[in-house]
Every structure is written in C-alpha cells, then in structure tokens.
C-alpha cells in the first residue's frame, strides 16, 4: 500500500487475552508494565492477521517497527484469569509511521486505554 500524505483513518482489531500469573503483580493485580506488553502483542496479531509480521526480511536487511511513542492510562484493576478484549484502532497513518489507539476492555467496561506510535 503506498501512502503519498498522512492521512486519517481507522482501521479496526479486535482480540482477547487472558491474564496470566505472570502478569501479575504482589497484589494479584495486572501489572502497568504488561499493559504495553499486551499492545504490541495485539499490533503484532493484527499485522499476521493482514498476512504481515512484525519482523520482515528485506532485500536490504531486516524491516523492523520501532516505537517513538508509547502510553497507557489505567482506569481499573485487572486480575488472574481475566480475560481482557483488545481493541487495536490503527487512528492515523504518516508516510513513514502508524499512530495506534488501544482500549482495553474487561466485561464490557473499560479498563485501560493507551496510544502507539511505530515507524
């Protein structure tokens, strides 16, 4: 796809994850850290779900997608065995770069909400 100006749009992807163990901190509540974790997990699904990976071999060498952006604003606990939906929204695309929101729902209510942006 070849893209001649920064253009808005939005592009939709919907997965679902549930919380293990591991993500999990002393207080069996999901870990700020892994909120990201979960982000780049769903890009990366939604990019093999377009027949893309986020690791791609080119004639010059690996085609990586590095962040220059990253956030997430928490709005209530997740915990052990939750299942979270992840809602991935591609929100606007540069010439070079795309700008992701993602809104992380438990049960319908959301939990979390945060932005990337790749390059």
Known sequence: MSVDAESSFRVEFVTRRRV???DTDMGGV???SRF???MENAEHLFLESLGCSALLKGEEGNVLWPRVTAS???LGPVRF???LDIQL???RRGRTS???DAV????GVEVARGQLTTV
């Open 81 to 83: 065995r939750d299942e």
């Open 72 to 74: 997430c604003e928490f």
């Open 104 to 107: 992380f729902r438990l049960a």
């Open 36 to 38: 990201f974790v979960f």
């Open 89 to 91: 929204l591609v929100c």
């Open 20 to 22: 293990e163990f591991a």
């Open 30 to 32: 999901v870990h700020f």
């Open 98 to 100: 795309l700008h992701y």
